[in-house]
């Protein structure tokens, strides 16, 4: 393995270009669902010529046969695309993107994308960048490309809407809790000024989602989404939640049912999520929502 990480070959990782982005565009449409993250990135690099810091690229040394045989995105979290098979061109191109990031990253707060490369590419930069603090390494990838039929708003709940700053304080608390059983830390504890940007970013872009209504007699959000990621005609929704007083009474299934067709008519027409594949009662609700499963995701936290 180590070997076969440090060798010299004829794959490089190196900062995007201009004249990579055609060709990385192609592997990102080759799954936009699976790719939508780099898709987001060289999306935006096409549309402003500006190549963001984070995009890299695994290029031929040799334009034979094409120049770009990989993509990476490097920010906060790292995600790939690579060749999955076990032909010794594929085993080398994934060889040279890990010693590339060694070499050249910081390591990342995670690195999620489909099961098959996120799990290799961890198995070679893990002597560097490990040990992890979690390892997923079955997620379900899901999407939904119609509008699924409506379900009732429960009593005393509000319908489902866009957040405004005036929800604010409301939304973070929601937004915190659910970031803490997810992830397994306090954000505000840790990267709070981050954590609140990037929440108020999302807001004033329309991709915020809530519901209000009583809990204990106090108006509160019982159900939120965030739309954190488009990437041409996709949307992954995260950060999808309950309130624990409110759970068992049908919110998540008309959140859900409520919150794609609102997605697919103001952001991108194909609504996509990830989610743990032990969480039995999450993939139940989006199964009876009209989500499909599409893949499979992994995701190594550090």
Same mark, same amino acid.
């Given at each position: 393995?180590?070997?076969?990480?440090l060798?010299r070959?004829?794959?490089?990782?190196?900062?995007?270009?201009?004249?990579?982005?055609?060709?990385?565009?192609?592997?990102?449409?080759?799954?936009?669902?699976a790719?939508?993250?780099?898709?987001?990135?060289?999306?935006?690099?096409?549309?402003?010529g500006?190549?963001?810091?984070?995009?890299?690229?695994?290029?031929?040394?040799?334009?034979?046969?094409?120049?770009?045989?990989?993509?990476?995105?490097?920010?906060?979290?790292?995600?790939?695309?690579?060749p999955?098979?076990?032909?010794?061109?594929?085993?080398?191109?994934?060889?040279?993107?890990?010693?590339?990031l060694?070499?050249?990253?910081?390591?990342?707060?995670?690195?999620?994308?489909?099961?098959?490369v996120?799990?290799?590419l961890?198995?070679?930069?893990?002597?560097?960048w490990?040990?992890?603090?979690?390892?997923?390494?079955?997620q379900?990838?899901?999407?939904?490309?119609?509008?699924?039929?409506?379900r009732?708003?429960?009593?005393?709940?509000?319908?489902?809407?866009?957040?405004?700053?005036?929800?604010y304080?409301?939304?973070?608390?929601?937004?915190?809790?659910?970031?803490?059983?997810?992830?397994?830390?306090?954000?505000?504890?840790?990267?709070?000024?981050?954590?609140?940007?990037?929440?108020?970013?999302?807001?004033?872009?329309?991709? +915020?989602? &809530?519901?209000?209504?009583?809990?204990? =007699?106090? $108006?509160? *959000?019982?159900?939120? /989404?965030? @739309?954190?990621?488009?990437?041409?005609?996709?949307?992954?929704?995260?950060?999808?939640?309950?309130?624990?007083?409110?759970?068992?009474?049908?919110?998540?299934?008309?959140?859900?049912?409520a919150?794609?067709?609102?997605?697919?008519?103001?952001?991108?027409?194909?609504?996509?999520?990830?989610?743990?594949?032990?969480?039995? +009662?999450? &993939?139940?609700?989006?199964?009876?929502? =009209?989500? $499909?499963? *599409?893949?499979?995701? /992994?995701? @190594?936290?550090?």
């Amino acid at each position: 393995m180590t070997d076969s990480l440090l060798r010299r070959g004829q794959f490089s990782l190196a900062p995007a270009q201009r004249r990579d982005l055609d060709e990385a565009m192609a592997m990102c449409l080759a799954d936009p669902v699976a790719h939508v993250v780099p898709l987001m990135h060289v999306d935006a690099a096409m549309r402003t010529g500006a190549i963001p810091a984070g995009l890299w690229v695994v290029r031929r040394r040799s334009l034979r046969g094409g120049g770009v045989v990989g993509v990476v995105w490097a920010g906060a979290n790292l995600t790939a695309i690579l060749p999955t098979g076990e032909d010794d061109e594929s085993e080398e191109i994934r060889a040279q993107a890990a010693s590339g990031l060694v070499g050249r990253a910081t390591r990342p707060a995670a690195i999620v994308g489909s099961a098959d490369v996120t799990l290799d590419l961890w198995g070679r930069v893990e002597p560097w960048w490990g040990p992890a603090r979690e390892v997923r390494s079955r997620q379900v990838s899901m999407a939904i490309a119609r509008d699924p039929v409506p379900r009732p708003v429960p009593s005393g709940i509000e319908e489902l809407r866009p957040a405004t700053m005036d929800d604010y304080d409301l939304l973070l608390p929601a937004a915190v809790h659910m970031f803490i059983g997810e992830v397994g830390y306090d954000p505000m504890r840790h990267g709070r000024a981050a954590y609140e940007e990037r929440l108020q970013h999302l807001v004033r872009a329309g991709r +915020s989602f &809530i519901q209000l209504g009583d809990v204990d =007699g106090k $108006r509160d *959000v019982v159900f939120k /989404a965030e @739309v954190g990621i488009v990437g041409g005609e996709v949307a992954q929704v995260q950060g999808v939640w309950v309130h624990p007083a409110m759970r068992g009474r049908g919110l998540a299934k008309a959140g859900m049912a409520a919150l794609v067709p609102m997605v697919r008519e103001r952001i991108a027409p194909t609504v996509s999520l990830y989610v743990n594949g032990f969480n039995a +009662s999450a &993939i139940a609700v989006y199964r009876a929502v =009209g989500f $499909r499963e *599409v893949g499979t995701f /992994a995701t @190594v936290m550090f």
